[in-house]
């Protein structure tokens, strides 16, 4: 496992996410933060991730996603070895294991 990214400056970009309050609020936050290539980058990442957690070949994720074999790898890793923070959201939401 890699080593954490933790700072003050992070630990304050994370209280930012945990105060909003909604759906819509998150998209004007995060449609400020990030670019639409990266806010696009994430979603499709967590969808791999949901769709690893449902049984899908890499094949079925290339075609939903776009994303490339190497990055969905990547997520299955991290759900696997990383910090089970995919996991946790995926919990949160509702969305059973496999």
């Not at 970009?13 to 980058?41: G, N, P, Q, W």
């Not at 994303?67 to 910090?83: E, F, H, K, Q």
């Amino acid at each position: 496992m890699a080593k954490r990214i933790k700072d003050e400056n992070t630990d304050f970009l994370f209280e930012a996410i945990l105060s909003l309050k909604s759906v819509e609020e998150c998209y004007d936050f995060f449609e400020d933060l990030c670019t639409k290539v990266e806010l696009r980058e994430m979603t499709r990442r967590f969808q791999a991730a949901k769709l690893i957690r449902d049984g899908e070949k890499y094949t079925t994720i290339v075609e939903k996603t776009g994303l490339s074999t190497a990055t969905i790898t990547r997520v299955n890793s991290a759900l696997r070895d990383g910090y089970d923070g995919y996991a946790r959201a995926l919990d949160a939401l509702g969305v059973p294991k496999k």
